[in-house]
């Protein structure tokens, strides 16, 4: 990384999205938020709490109402050329992987290369080792539809990683996979921001795919309602769950570290359930 590289990657102050309809609906309300190089970020929210605008807003797809955002030091509003900005600085992965059908897998991966004027010979080359970086190798000349979800949704993850971008913004990326094909691009975003210093910021609803973040940011009514590291969050969504039948059962009334529960208390065995008609 550059001596004089900002170690914000994405900042954001006042952060405001009005989108004027009958009643003018504020998608976003004021956000403040700082995120770093190398992190891994989860958002999440329910439908309608700014998670998708926020994102957009980052990437610069849609332009605020009011506030100011950065992304790489530099401030969006002030960009003339937004389309070459993106191309260089974010990669972009989605629910649905967006791959061109008529184009092979290593042709897909090539396409924002070609965006930035990369020689064709370079653009093979780069594509061909995404692809080989992410177990795809052998399926490089196959169209999309002759690969599985998993495959076509690591195919986009190589896409956006092709102009080497320092942030990377994915929009509910799991959402059409099965469990392990999920898993297996979860782990590919934190190789990518624990090895190689990408900062990701992922859109989710899915609790189990945030935990495998770094930081956990929930929206709710285009506000920040919490923002914390992910430990933290496991904690309390293990004493969340400790009161309930299953929780005492599973933690015998002993409080989950990190709590402000009394940490001496002994743990008390789970009582087997009485079988009925005894």
């Known amino acids: 990384m550059p001596e004089d590289a900002p170690s914000w ?9 009005v989108f004027p309809d009958a009643v003018a ?8 938020v700082r ?7 989860a958002i999440m929210g329910p439908s309608g709490s700014g998670k998708s605008t926020l994102l957009h807003l980052v ?22 050329d937004l389309d070459r900005f993106r191309a260089r600085s974010i990669g972009f992965i989605f629910q649905m992987h967006n791959l061109l059908p008529t184009l092979t897998a290593a042709e897909n991966v090539a396409v924002p290369m070609q965006g930035i004027g990369v020689p064709a010979a370079t653009r093979r080359t780069r594509s061909l080792e995404l692809l080989d970086s992410l177990g795809l190798a052998h399926l490089a000349h196959r169209l999309p539809n002759q690969l599985s979800g998993g495959q076509r949704q690591r195919v986009a993850v190589a896409r956006a990683l092709a102009n080497d971008p320092s942030l990377i913004l994915a929009d509910e990326p799991t959402g059409n996979l ?21 900062t990701i910021v992922l859109v989710t609803h899915d609790p ?4 495998a973040a770094g930081r956990i940011i929930s929206l709710r009514d285009g506000r920040i309602d919490q923002d914390e590291q992910v430990d933290e969050a496991y904690v309390n969504q293990l004493n969340a769950l400790r009161p309930t039948p299953l929780g005492r059962l599973l ?9 402000e529960a009394e940490p001496d208390q002994p743990a008390q065995p789970a009582q087997p359930a009485q079988r009925r008609g005894s």
């Not at 609906?25 to 403040?32: I, N, P, Q, Y």
């Not at 950065?70 to 509003?77: K, N, S, T, W, Y």
């Not at 189990?208 to 935990?211: D, M, N, P």
């Not at 933690?251 to 709590?259: I, L, M, N, Q, Y």
Request: hydrophobic share 40%; net charge negative; aromatic share 4%.
């Open 9 to 17: 990657v994405v900042e954001a102050v006042g952060l405001t999205r």
């Open 25 to 32: 609906v504020r998608a976003l309300d004021g956000v403040d």
């Open 35 to 41: 995120i770093a190089r190398g992190e891994f970020v």
């Open 59 to 80: 990437g610069a797809l849609d332009r605020p109402t009011d506030g100011v955002i950065r992304v790489d030091g530099q401030d969006l509003a002030a960009v003339d």
């Open 178 to 198: 099965d469990s392990t094909s999920g898993g297996e691009v979860v782990k590919r975003f934190q190789s990518l921001a624990h090895e190689h210093g990408k």
């Open 208 to 211: 189990v795919v945030a935990l």
């Open 251 to 259: 933690f015998g009334e002993r409080p989950v570290a990190g709590s």
